[in-house]
T-cell receptor, first 116, second 114 residues
């Protein structure tokens, strides 16, 4: 149990376009979802925390207008990178947890974004 | 604010041997969780072991065990009988007992030599 999926696993987009990454909890209702960014051989950097039905809480230094996060249902959160630039190229990971599960976080497999 | 520090960027171990990865943390909270995650080349984060701060007994999962020293704020991971499949990045992480975000250390890259 507690499976989290991400789609797509890899995406290449042109500079200036927007790209959406989906994070789904497949067998539980995720009251909270987290979005991370990871550079090669580096740790996970938390970008934002989203609770179902409310606005995401962004970490300091993360542009909320550039990285749009929506958590419209208990099983789906989306991260949209707007007007992507090459410096946005990275590995994006989501995790999900729920109150009754003591907020244990389960991680998706990640999405590799390349902006050309 | 809570912090997690992993002072070993890289570690190496011979297959079948034992290795210990270090982690220290800082917090003013009394109740929290500590975790070790493994990230293999696939980059899927895998939970290795979890420790609840109020439990004095060190957590164990098969070949993986921790040495949790609450007063010293230390949380090391011991891998016994190392296998080639243990080669990965290992992250130590902290989370408040009330929930919320995970705070990760910098990671330790473990290589296993045959």
């Amino acid at each position: 149990g507690a499976v989290v999926s991400q789609h797509p696993s890899r995406v290449i987009c042109k500079s200036g376009t927007s790209v959406k990454i989906e994070c789904r909890s497949l067998d539980f209702q995720a009251t909270t979802m987290f979005w991370y960014r990871q550079f090669p051989k580096k740790s996970l950097m938390l970008m934002a925390t989203s609770n179902e039905g409310s606005k995401a809480t962004y970490e300091q230094g993360v542009e909320k207008d550039k990285f749009l996060i929506n958590h419209a249902s208990l099983t789906l959160s989306t991260l949209t990178v707007t007007s992507a630039h090459p410096e946005d190229s990275s590995f994006y990971i989501c995790s999900a947890g729920w109150r009754e599960g003591h907020y244990e976080q389960y991680f998706g497999p990640g999405t590799r974004l390349t902006v050309t | 604010a809570q912090t997690v520090t992993q002072s070993q960027p890289e570690m190496s171990v011979q297959e079948a041997e034992t290795v210990t990865l270090s982690c220290t943390y800082d917090t003013s909270e009394s109740d929290y969780y500590l975790f070790w995650y493994k990230q293999p080349p696939s980059r899927q984060m895998i939970l290795v072991i979890r420790q609840e701060a109020y439990k004095q007994q060190n957590a164990t999962e098969n070949r993986f065990s921790v040495n949790f020293q609450k007063a010293a704020k230390s949380f090391s991971l011991k891998i016994s009988d190392s296998q080639l499949g243990d080669a990965a990045m290992y992250f130590c992480a902290y989370r408040s007992a009330l929930g919320g975000k995970l705070i990760f250390g910098q990671g330790t890259e473990l290589s296993v030599k045959p």
